[in-house]
């Protein structure tokens, strides 16, 4: 497979965002920055459930996770109790695996506690903004799986008591919500994130 992929309109796509859902998604969502913090939340949640399953799987569910987790609203979801959980593992819209629930309820509740103490989930996120100056993937080889930042917020996030959280669900999470720019240097996307990361107002 080649490193980026041209569709009908002759447009250069990374290698992933070839067919629809995931075109929509590369296009339009991956790596332009984010600074709400449901949408952040949300996406850390759905990296998760991700965990030994496609991103494909999940965009598909997408919907259907944000109807069973309030929109992914933090202050709802840290009032989920077991009751919840139990309704949560009789939807067959979503991924039904327990320890992933109890997690995203966990999670919620850390969450509250760092809006707490930074102002919002989007300043305590942000602090762990990769170096901007790195260069531009030239190929999918060139991808990083991690980063010195995502093993340091991982390690946090874990000692404040967060779940499913590991080095490489961060670094995912840092992709896709713009603290990176990991679109292919040939990918028509790169520049228009560029763009958009320049513009965006750091929170904090």
């Known amino acids: 497979m080649p490193d980026v992929v041209k569709g009908e309109n ?7 965002g070839e067919n629809e859902p995931l075109r929509g998604y590369h ?36 919907e259907n996770f944000r ?15 077991k009751r919840s959980a139990d309704r949560l593992m009789t939807d067959a819209g979503i991924v039904r695996n327990r320890a992933k629930i109890e997690a995203t309820v966990n999670n919620a509740r850390r969450c509250l ?12 996120v942000w602090r762990f903004e990769p170096d901007t100056s790195r260069p531009a993937p030239r190929s999918r080889q060139a991808l990083q799986s991690t ?30 919500m713009g603290l990176v720019n990991d679109h292919l240097s040939r990918c028509f996307a790169r520049a228009e994130v560029e763009q958009a990361r320049r ?3 750091r929170p904090g």
């Open 10 to 16: 002759r447009v250069a796509r990374c290698f992933w």
């Open 27 to 62: 296009d339009a969502e991956w790596g332009r920055p984010v600074a709400n913090d449901s949408r952040l939340f949300e996406k850390l949640s759905l990296e998760a459930f991700q965990s030994g399953l496609s991103w494909l799987t999940i965009l598909r569910k997408r």
């Open 67 to 81: 109807r069973a987790f309030k929109s992914f609203d933090i202050g709802a979801v840290a009032r989920f109790n």
């Open 113 to 124: 506690d760092l809006t707490g103490e930074f102002g919002s989930f989007a300043a305590y």
């Open 147 to 176: 980063s010195p930042e995502a093993v340091a917020m991982s390690k946090d996030l874990k000692r404040r008591g967060w779940a499913f959280v590991g080095p490489t669900t961060v670094y995912s999470f840092m992709q896709a």
């Open 199 to 201: 513009a965006f107002r």
